[in-house]
């Protein structure tokens, strides 16, 4: 119910007004973002390249309401991009989502645009993570990453969304091409129709997956760049410790190297966890968000997680 209530909250102009408006909300949500402007962005991947941990830089935005909007958020894209270009050693790629760039305006413009952002993400010698929404836009979402592929394009992946009835035979068709994929449980409310409604069914699907992108890197070879941009075919995002101690079991079991995968944190989320990991020699990336279209975010990490709930209402009380 909470969940819920929370998600809903995350998409009401009326809400995002009121609370964007709070000074404490900011104070809290700067937790998990990144800071508003790019170079605050930047000096977060810094600093977590300096503990041996790479990023992924995400500039906050989406559903977009017009041309005008999906345009501007596509010049903040090709900043991002630019900027890596211009700092070879930063380890780091970049997420987008899809409504950010005019998916839910206009399909044949949103393709223009990713196309163009493909080109920028192979200038600057890095990679492109196409982030997964809620199931209206699934579908869409692949075809246009086949879309691209077909002209040519290999430096973007894929993220699947492990509580969704359709996601194993996603995944087993989009491993056929070497598809990079990161699996997460996924943050929207989908009906019960689409969605595992219970978390230990969601947990077992989530575990079911891994196994099937570990034994697909495995079978194709794949291992992280030495860069640190090109991630291998396995990202398992999550910051659950037993869907983490299963990973590592079954890459063990199988026989494969630790470089053959990667785990996924979220900024300001178990820095504990990332460094203990890095520090048995697994790669690990931190998705790193800025900007100034910070709510959607903020209200779907307090929906995934309730102690965050706590430290939100708490800040509150220390205005």
């Known amino acids: 119910m909470l ?41 977060v991947v810094r600093e977590l390249n300096a503990r041996g941990i790479n990023a992924t830089l995400d500039h906050l935005g989406e559903h977009t309401s017009a041309p005008e909007e999906a345009q501007q958020a596509a010049e903040d894209i090709y900043a991002t991009l630019d900027a890596i270009g211009a700092e070879p050693t930063l380890r780091s790629n970049v997420s987008i989502k899809l409504t950010q760039i005019g998916l839910g305006l206009d399909e044949s413009l949103c393709a223009e645009t990713l196309e163009r952002i493909l080109v920028r ?5 890095t990679f492109l993570r196409i982030d997964m929404e809620d199931t209206p836009y699934t579908d869409k979402t692949i075809n246009l990453y086949y879309a691209m592929r077909e002209k040519g394009f290999d430096n973007h992946g894929m993220v699947i969304q492990t509580y969704l009835f359709r996601t194993e035979a996603d995944v087993r068709r989009l491993l056929q091409d070497g598809v990079r994929i990161r699996s997460v449980k996924g943050a929207y409310n989908e009906p019960p129709d689409k969605a595992f409604p219970k978390k230990a069914d969601v947990d077992a699907n989530y575990d079911l997956i891994t196994k099937i992108l570990l034994d697909a890197s495995l079978a ?37 190297p630790k470089t053959g995968l990667e785990f996924q944190m979220l900024y300001g989320i178990r820095r504990d966890l990332q ?13 790193v968000p800025f900007g ?27 205005r």
């Open 3 to 43: 969940r819920s209530l929370l998600i809903y909250l995350s998409k009401a102009a009326w809400a995002q007004k009121l609370i964007t408006g709070w000074g404490f909300a900011w104070r809290t949500a700067s937790r998990f973002v990144a800071g508003t402007t790019l170079e605050s962005a930047l000096r």
């Open 121 to 125: 993400a192979r200038a600057a010698k």
């Open 220 to 256: 194709q070879k794949s291992v992280i760049s030495d860069d640190g941009r090109m991630p291998p075919i396995p990202a398992i995002a999550t910051h659950d410790e037993k869907r983490i101690a299963f990973t590592k079991s079954y890459a063990e079991k199988i026989g494969l």
């Open 275 to 287: 460094e203990s990991l890095v520090k048995e020699g697994y790669p690990v990336r931190v998705y």
């Open 292 to 318: 100034t279209h910070w709510y959607p975010y903020f209200m779907r990490r307090l929906a995934e997680r309730p102690a965050n709930i706590w430290f939100f209402v708490s800040s509150f009380f220390r």
